[in-house]
């Protein structure tokens, strides 16, 4: 192509475009047998291809037209189709709700762990053959939907060497089904160790003894501790 035929093409396109643009920052496109103009759009917005429009492009929202404040997030609300969550509260955490995301408040959940224990504070004689509660040897179990674990540690004297002792784990005023354990005989102190599970049902949780004859002793003290400890899981 000679350069004047080059230079008057040119000249005839730069007209033509100028006919069809109109306005700061349209852009200039095709139909399928035509020139033809995109207006401006909104600040911020996005050019993007579509062949269902007449031109094959369109403006569309983007990321930054569409987030306004720090911390919002972006989302599909639909096909193709961007939208904006706002941000949340302190302390709130992002759900799915249906098809739509939203900040909700940390509901009440998983598994809460607390620590119960007691310990004798003084010694706990009898000689009753039946079963009595060892004073100051429990403490209350938690009132909820859980469970409880409780370990006994207990040192005892026993009435003699070829005496022993019973003792149950009692829960409120009801003794706990299979809990009933005995001392060894052959030594008149004894450490016994035994463990229990149940539900947590608001009781109190206590031992129980009985001597098989003379006195027996639940001994306290630095050196001889009798104590309960355990965990409640709710």
Do not use: H
Not at 29 to 55: E, H, I, K, M, Y
Not at 61 to 74: E, R
Not at 80 to 108: C, F, P, V, Y
């Amino acid at each position: 192509m000679g350069g004047g035929k080059f230079l008057s093409t040119l000249k005839k396109a730069s007209a033509t475009a100028a006919d069809v643009l109109s306005t700061k920052g349209d852009i200039l496109s095709r139909t399928t047998s035509a020139l033809g103009r995109l207006p401006v759009s909104t600040n911020n917005f996005s050019l993007l291809c579509d062949s269902a429009q007449a031109l094959g492009i369109k403006w569309g929202a983007s990321a930054t037209s569409t987030l306004t404040t720090a911390g919002d997030l972006l989302y599909a609300s639909g096909a193709n189709t961007l939208a904006r969550l706002a941000k949340g509260d302190d302390n709130q955490i992002l759900k799915m709700n249906g098809t739509a995301l939203n900040w909700e408040d940390e509901s009440a959940g998983g598994a809460t762990i607390s620590k119960l224990a007691t310990e004798l504070g003084s010694a706990f004689n009898t000689t009753s053959t039946s079963f009595v509660d060892v004073t100051g040897l429990n403490f209350a179990v938690p009132d909820n939907a859980g469970s409880f674990m409780a370990t006994l540690t207990m040192c005892v004297q026993q009435p003699g060497a070829n005496n022993g002792i019973k003792a149950q784990w009692v829960d409120g005023t009801t003794a706990i089904a299979g809990s009933e354990f005995n001392s060894q005989y052959g030594s008149p102190d004894v450490i016994i160790t035994a463990c229990t599970v149940g539900d947590n049902d608001g009781q109190t949780l206590k031992i129980q003894v009985q001597a098989s004859s003379g006195t027996m002793g639940v001994r306290a003290g630095a050196n001889n501790k009798t104590q309960i400890k355990g965990l409640a899981i709710s």
